[in-house]
Antibody, heavy 129, light 109 residues
Framework: QVQLEESGPGLVKPSETLSLTCTVS????????WSWIRQSPGKAMEWIGY???????DFNPSLKSRATMSLDTSKRQFSLRLTSVTAADTAVYYC???????????????????????WGQGALVTVSS | EIVMTQSPATLSVSPGERATLSCRAS??????LAWYQHKRGQAPRLLIY???TRAPGIPARFSGSGSGTEFTLTISSLQSEDFAVYYC???????????FGGGTKVEIK
């Protein structure tokens, strides 16, 4: 059974950098897309991005200019940094294990799947002075 | 960006009754849709992927259907532990991004 737990400061000042870490217990860190998702008050969840075991990353285009991720396999942790935060970045931040692969349903219906089979409980981060 | 709209926002159901939740996509996502259950203070839980495939360990009372732009999550006979918020998520548009619906809260009637 995989468990994920977010940690980091619950309060960040505007214009500063938000930093969160996710610790993974159990399971392998290979072959998964270690992801961050957030939910601002009253809004839908928003996918932030992922990091692979290889260190490759990808981000939501809306956050790409401000987000970075890193991975420490020896500690079984991956981290998110979001720069130049504003009040709009106030949210509950979730880390999650992404399952990604290829599907083929027909000659003209194929692509990639990406959903989340394990999540952390979330960490509230408030951006305020 | 594909917008996912869930309805109703709140569904009041008595234990033992059937609950039907809707998720609509602003454009076709084929069958590339997942459903999650989220209870307050807990980690979200994957219920369904590929629109209708139950995740391991998910009870048979949960079923998903639909394709294209219209999807349904049905809970055949609500148990006390099923009262929660349910979210849909499309992954057809990834890359560059996947998107979630705003959620349906299933509450006790």
């Amino acid at each position: 059974q995989v468990q994920l737990e977010e940690s980091g400061p619950g309060l960040v000042k505007p214009s500063e950098t938000l930093s969160l870490t996710c610790t993974v217990s159990g399971g392998s860190m290979n072959s998964y897309y270690w992801s961050w998702i957030r939910q601002s008050p009253g809004k839908a969840m928003e996918w932030i991005g992922y990091i692979l075991y290889s260190g490759s990353t990808d981000f939501n285009p809306s956050l790409k200019s401000r987000a970075t991720m890193s991975l420490d396999t020896s500690k079984r942790q991956f981290s998110l940094r979001l720069t130049s935060v504003t009040a709009a970045d106030t949210a509950v931040y979730y880390c999650a294990r992404g399952v990604v692969g290829d599907y083929v349903w027909g000659p003209d219906d194929y692509g990639r799947f990406y959903y989340f089979d394990d999540w952390g409980q979330g960490a509230l981060v408030t951006v305020s002075s | 960006e594909i917008v996912m709209t869930q309805s109703p926002a709140t569904l009041s159901v008595s234990p033992g009754e059937r609950a039907t939740l809707s998720c609509r996509a602003s454009q076709s996502v084929s069958g590339n849709l997942a459903w999650y259950q989220h209870k307050r203070g807990q980690a979200p839980r994957l219920l369904i992927y590929a629109a209708s495939t139950r995740a391991p360990g998910i009870p048979a009372r949960f079923s998903g259907s639909g394709s294209g732009t219209e999807f349904t999550l049905t809970i055949s006979s609500l148990q006390s532990e099923d009262f929660a918020v349910y979210y849909c998520q499309q992954y057809n548009d990834w890359p560059p991004a996947l998107t979630f619906g705003g959620g349906t809260k299933v509450e006790i009637k």
